[in-house]
């Protein structure tokens, strides 16, 4: 499988941006999916994730309310909304898929990657 984010980019606070991850392969409608997230000198953390069917979906709660994560399973892709984005939401965010079908907060559930994007926001 492979990951392909993008979507990222600058905006200042209380800006919005959508994040989407393209996947290839057939079972994309399979895996659960999420975004992780670094800023430097910090660990990847969870910032949101849903199941295969996209019938469910969790959020740290530093970005509840704000992000809402979607996907088309008969377009392999995914996407995040980031609404009332704050300084401390800019990192890198990256896509990854998890084989049991479902999104936990642990990286290294998550068997794929993708290549990650910017997310910088300005105060």
């Known amino acids: 499988v492979q990951l392909q984010a993008s979507g990222g980019g600058s905006v200042q606070t209380g800006g919005s941006l959508r994040l989407s991850c393209a996947a290839s392969?057939?079972?994309?409608?399979?895996?659960?999916m999420a975004w992780f997230r670094q800023a430097p000198g910090k660990e990847r953390e969870f910032v949101a994730g849903i199941n295969w069917s996209g019938g469910s979906a969790s959020y740290a709660d530093s970005v509840k309310d704000r992000f809402t994560m979607s996907r088309e399973n008969n377009k392999n892709t995914m996407s995040m909304q980031m609404n009332s984005l704050k300084p401390e939401d800019t990192a890198v965010y990256y896509c990854a898929s998890d084989l049991s079908g479902y999104a936990f907060p642990r990286p290294d559930e998550y068997e794929w990657w993708g290549q990650g994007t910017q997310v910088t926001v300005s105060s």
């Open positions: 392969g057939r079972a994309f409608s399979r895996y659960g």
